[in-house]
């Protein structure tokens, strides 16, 4: 199987799922609609003229039709013995560019009608070609065919087809009897007896002669045009958004650097804040020197002296001379700003001065803070 064969048959399902829909009928209204909106003109321009010239022999003469979007005009009649005026109607004809179709009547190809199941349609003309030998008496190298769907009942999932067959030697003789207007034919179509075409093509697809449209080629060209403006404004708006992204993430970034440095910044207030209440907590639980020097001198008789006063943190230690060493102790206990006193070593008498010498120690009152002095007492 040809390459194109294969990747057309991957297709197959989705077309014909497409068919059993109504989505290509809207299809064509929704193109039909939008094109009436066009101007004349534009419409003209973008439907291209599709015109085509009909050959129809009638006896010894051959009947132009030109047929269009606009219908069909009879051109006239041509006689097929005069090959002077054959020739110059092919000349004019070849310069117009307007592809020539045979049209035969009706009752020159043999027709059938079948009934086949909705999943041969996208493979109908291999089908068919089945078809010739159980239908007509000739094998499919004798004949042209072509099958036209009728109807789709998509109930009982078949297709109704008809079988149209022209035998290759009454083609050819068809042919023949136009002259020189039968070379460089682009289909052959068929009349029924009430003048409407049948739109099929039962020329070989060999024999056919396919004429470039400029119209098509415009089409084409505006086509790719549009899909490439399509495709840039889709690229600049994909490159406009990973801007604002980028943006955002920089943003986001620059925000969250802020915000880590404000974390830090608050952390160090904190431990700041922290350490300065814990001095000021402990210089207010405590009493400053001052205090402690002047309730000690309110409380220490005339004739006691210190040498040695040391505060190290809640200890205080005092050494001195006094004639009542002893007695030291009972006076400091009744200090506010001292907590158990008492007398460190053994009192020894100074000879020189008559007095003892003394060491007390002591520890420095803590006042308790306002959180604890606020809490309930178990």
Known sequence: ?????????LFDPITLRLARTSLPARWREFVAALMSLLPARLRALVEGNDQRLFLLRQGDEVELVAAGRRGDAPLGRLPLDDAIVLDQARQRLDDSAVPRWLLLPVSQVLRRTLALPAAAEPRLREVLAFELDRQTPFSADQVSYQGRVLSRDTAAQQLGVELLVLPKSRLDAEVLALGTLGADLAGVDVVDADGRRLDVNLLPESRRQHRHDPVRRLNAALAAAAAMALLATLLLTLANRREVRDD?????????VEARQ???????????????????ATRAS???MLEVLDDLTRRMPDDTALDKLAINDDNLVMVGYSSAAPALVALLQDSPLLVEPALSGAVQA???TGRDRFTIAARIAVKPSPEAADAPRP
């Not at 955002?248 to 969250?256: D, G, I, K, P, Y």
């Not at 404000?262 to 952390?267: K, T």
Request: proline content about 7%; cysteine-free.
């Open 1 to 9: 199987m040809p390459a194109a064969d294969r990747f057309s048959t």
């Open 248 to 256: 955002f993430r920089s943003q986001v970034e620059a925000a969250t």
């Open 262 to 280: 404000a974390r830090l910044l608050r952390s160090q207030l904190q431990v700041s804040a922290q350490a300065a209440n814990f001095l000021a």
């Open 286 to 288: 405590r009493p400053t």
């Open 350 to 352: 100074d000879p020189r």
